[in-house]
Structure formats: C-alpha cells, structure tokens
C-alpha cells in the first residue's frame, strides 16, 4: 500500500510543480499588480460593456471624457457621461476591433483624452512552465506506468527479470499429498521412498558408502500419476521444494534459458538439501543438432547449461532433481546418462490390484451403494491409468447427482465407462433400414467373437449411437494374459471382419457399406504386425520394421526402411494373405450361422442393446457355442468395432 503511495506522489509530483509555478504567476501576485497597476485593472474590476457602435455614438456626442486602450487595441476602458443617469461619470469596457487611425483622429477632434497601454510582456517563469509542463507530465506518466508494471508477468517493468527463474519455491512443501495419497504404483513408490529417505537420514547409505542420487526420471503414458509422485515425494521429504516446467526455461530473448537454469541451481544450492521438480522435461530435454540449416537454438543452449549444472566441475551436493516425461524417446543420450538422472522410474498403467488401489483412495468422497463392487469395477477398466479411473468415478457421481439418486450404482458406473471409452450417449435411430444395416453389421462382430474359440467373449451389443460410432460390440478382454497367440490374432482379426462379412452374406457384396472402415484400419495393422514384427508368416522370423517410431527431427528427416524394394513386396503379398485367408473363414462362418444371425438382429432391433449372457443363450439354440474361459458381463469393457457413423 505504501508502494503505490509512493508512486502516486511521484506521478503527481510534476503536475504540483506546474501549478505552483501558475499560481505564482498569475495567483495573488496578479492580484496585487492590479490594484496598482492600470493595465491589469480592466481585466479584474467589474465594469459593464458597451457595444463598439454606441461607443463611436458617445464619441460622435461628446459623452466620452477619457479612453484607455488594451490589448493592442482590442479592448478599451472608457469614461462616459450618461444622461439616463444624471450625467454621472460612468466606467465602461467596450470590444474594439483594432486600433485603426480612424478611432485615433476621431479621439483627438473630439479633443477627447486617451492613452494606449502596451500589452505586458510574458513573464519568464510562464514561458519556462509551457515549456517544461507537458514534457514533466509525460515523463511522470512513463514512471509511474513502468512502476505499476513490475509486478504484472512479461510487463516493461520485467525486463530485467527475464534471466530469472520462474519455479515456484517452498521452504516446507505443503502439497497435501503424502505417498498414501498415491495408489497403483507400488514399484515407483518404493524407487521413490528412497529418495525421500536419502533426505531425511543421510548417513544410513553414506556410512556404507551409497551416494545421493542426483536425478530421478519418472518415464509413463499421460494420467498415470508422475506428477502426483512428485508431489508426494514433496509432502514427504519436508525439504525446500522447486517446482517448474520444462517450458519456462525458453524465452524468445537469446540466453534467457541458460540464465534461468544458472539462477534455479543457485536458488537451489542456496537452500540446499532441497528437490527440484522439472515437468514435461522434453520441452527442453530434447536431442541436440535438431536444427535444419545451423544457426544459433536458444533450447540447446539452455539444455547445455542443464547438463552442465547436473553434473560439472562444481557439482550440486544435496541437489536432487526429479523430471517428468512421456516422451523419452527424444531426450538427449548425455541427460539420461547416470549421473544426471542416476535412476529411470517407469510409471506405467496399473495392473487389477493396481486399478483396485487407486479406486480406492478416488472412492474416500463418494457415495457408492452397497451392492457395487470395486473389484468388478477395476476387472472392467483395464488399461485405465489413475486420471482415467478419477474421471469414470466423477463421470458416474455427475449421473448420479443428475438422476437424483442418493448414491451411485451399478447402472451409473456402467455408464460412465461407456462415456468414458465411447463418447457420449446420442439419440436412437429411427431410420428401419439403416438401423438394420448397422444391426447386422454388430451382431456380424458379435458373432463370429462368440463362436471363434481363441476370441474374447462379447460382453454387450447396442445401438445405442457413442461419439462417432452408430453402433458398438464391446468384448471382454483377458487381461491377464500378458502374451498373445497367433491363434488370437487371428481370432481379432476375424472378429474386426464380422461386419463386413455379415453385410457381404445378408446385403450382397455391392451393398457393402463404408461401415467397416476403422474395422480394416484395425485388420491392416494385425496383420502387418505378425508379418514383420512378430515372425508369424512364410517370410519366417524376421523383424523387418523396428516398430511404430516416430519421425524425430534431428536424428531422422524421414522413416527408413529395413529391406529392399523386393521384400517389401513380399511383406505386402504375406499380409493380403493373412487378411484373405481370415476374411474367407469369416464368411463361411457366418453363412453357416445365417439364421442365428437374423434371430439376434431381430432382438436386437426390439431391446437396442443385448448383454454377452443373453447373446450366448441365443446362439446356443443354434450351435453349440466352443469352450473358452467365460466372464460375468461386469468383467469386460472394450468395443471392437463401430458401425457406419
């Protein structure tokens, strides 16, 4: 408050200055001058005017005894006799319109008195004000807006804050998350625990000759919980805590990156022991020589001073610096040397118990019935990483809230995870034709899932329209297995061309429809796959592709290719194979089902929605159905294909 008092006095102080100078000039001491002197007197004292033609009718009369001229003639006092008043000597201000000969000749052949008054020249002190006001005034406002602006982000008052760092720093982090806090990954925690252990009694690995790890990189998909781990490893360490982004390094200014890096190790070294947490470190972790053409990239030099702070000539004792990333494929080979990052945590999405954790520290402020299982829950979601179970929980708590009901049930949470997955619930066709395109195309998938053996059973068939997709067939994958047979490839495979083949069997093969255009991306890649990665074709076992890299800027100008011309051909020639081979089979079975199939698209036209139990009851009065590991319909949750949008 006492800032910005001081500013206004320093804004106002010009504008002060120029009043006391007019005051002077023209205040009490103008006062003055006109009681003594005759030439302020008719611009201060109150005399009534006269208009110039009745003026030169006094002069023509002989009514005017004395005439006083101002102005350079453009304002004249005189004295007139008026005889509407007893002939009194009255005072009158007349509005002249220059001093012209005429008015002069006339004054002296009525042998009237009159003197003229030169205009009184400017005093200096007025002149030097109307030179200095505007320019103090500006000058005053450039200060005072320059002042105001220091504590606003990126004003003119930051300019020479730019070479700072911007982490946000705590003495005692507060984050209000401790290592409780944080579930489903319990191979990250323990990595982690010893860090916070590192900080807090030192000399249980120093007496044995361990040393403090300098940097910990947290690598996993997005939502899997590094920030969190990060900020329970500040919960708990209670040490002084900088926290940042990878992307408030770089700046547009040349050298602000490394200033920044330079000024976070010294604010670090400061307060040391102490954690410094880096997130989304690729934003300046990248790999060097990136650039096309040379030139100077203001992001390497930032990540030279980072590599040079980490681990130089001086070393940072009692420095530990946690980063975060999804991207480690494009870090720098010196970052992730140890030594700068001594230790790589992977923070993958968790497994059952992981998910049933995690569920249940997101469950602490809800209100769930008593008949939902969380177990049943975590067996539906897999794949799920934290942010995305927190989410289904909030998704069903809003359904809840919106049906009016005292708590969340089972039909809430089934819901939610098919918003979730799906997209939003849109509205029931009412089109016969295309609804029983899209019927035949889903129960096409539903179908052939249920009567391949090495497939994963169906958990439910809908029409009800998701997102982009018309239709949906959702299939209950075995998420224990961690390897898959080429027997289940195949089985995918099949299952993705149930609708195309059910619409080649029902609708003829010219009525094909653009609905199976995901199922063939979904087909392509299967089998492509087998071919050159997995060694499930003739070629034999080769890996003829080093998977699904991505192009990096630096290190790659564009994707390279493993093999010649010739083989490429044959690895086009073996995955048409696959996927021909599969299609036939598909057809045929589903030809052989042909009146199964019509049975459960009529059922499935009147309910929208058929669960996996209802769909095997059916098919089993046709054929019989192979033996393959069964699920409770609450035990599945992903969709396999969708219908025409």
Known sequence: MNQRWRLLALWLLPIAVALFLGWQVLGPGASRNAA???????????????????????????RVTAVDIYDGGRTAVIEAVDPDLDNRVQRLRVDLPGLAPELVNKLKDQGISFDIHPPKP???????????????????????????????????????????????????????????DVAGVEEAKQDLQEVVTFLKTPERFTSVGAKIPKGVLLVGPPGTGKTLLAKAIAGEAGV??????????????????????????????????????????DAVGRQRGAGIGGGNDEREQTLNQLLTEMDGFEGNSGIIIIAATNRPDVLD?????????????????????????????????????????????A????????????????????????????????????????RVIAGMEGKPLTDGRSKRLIAYHEVGHALVGTLVKAH???QKVTLV????????????????????????????????????????????HAEVTTGAGGDIQQVASIARQMVTRFGMSDLGQLSLEAGNQEVFLGRDLMTRSDGSDALANRIDEAVRAIVQSCYRDTVELVAANRSCMDRLVEMLIEKETLDGDELRAVVAE???????ERFSPLLVAEPASSSPS
């Open 456 to 458: 994963d059973p169906v």
């Open 622 to 628: 046709f054929t019989t159905i192979p033996e393959k």
């Open 379 to 418: 067996r539906r979601t897999p794949g799920f990483t934290g942010a995305d179970l927190a989410n289904l929980l909030n998704e069903a708590a809003i359904l809840t809230a919106r049906r009016r009901k005292e708590a969340t049930t089972l039909a809430e949470i089934d819901d939610a995870v098919d």
């Open 122 to 180: 400017a005093s200096p002190a007025l002149g030097l004000l109307g030179n200095l006001l505007f320019p103090l005034l500006l000058i005053g406002s450039l200060v005072f807006l320059a002042r105001r602006s220091n504590g606003m982000p990126g004003g003119p008052g930051q300019a020479m804050q730019f070479g700072k760092t911007k982490a946000r720093f705590a003495m005692e982090a507060d984050t209000g998350v401790k290592f409780d």
């Open 240 to 281: 002084p805590f900088f926290s940042l982004s990878g992307s408030e390094f770089v700046e547009m200014f040349v050298g602000v990156g490394a200033s920044r890096v330079r000024d976070l190790f010294k604010r670090a070294k400061e307060n040391s022991p102490c954690l410094i947490f880096i997130d989304e470190i």
């Open 465 to 508: 329209p998701r997102g982009q997709a018309q239709g949906l067939t959702w299939f209950a994958p075995d998420e224990e297995q961690m390897l898959v047979s080429k027997a289940q490839l195949r089985s995918r495979i099949m299952g993705a061309l149930g609708g195309r083949a059910a619409e080649d069997v029902v609708f003829g």
């Open 333 to 377: 080979s010196a970052l992730m040397r140890p030594g700068r990052f001594d230790r790589q945590v992977q923070v993958d999405a968790p497994d059952i118990k992981g998910r049933l954790s995690i569920l249940k520290v997101h469950i602490r402020n809800k209100k769930l019935a008593p008949d939902v299982s969380l177990e049943s829950i």
């Open 36 to 62: 003594t002197n005759p030439v302020v007197a008719p611009r201060n004292a109150a005399v009534a005017r006269m208009s110039y033609g009745r003026f030169l009718d006094y002069v023509q009369a002989g």
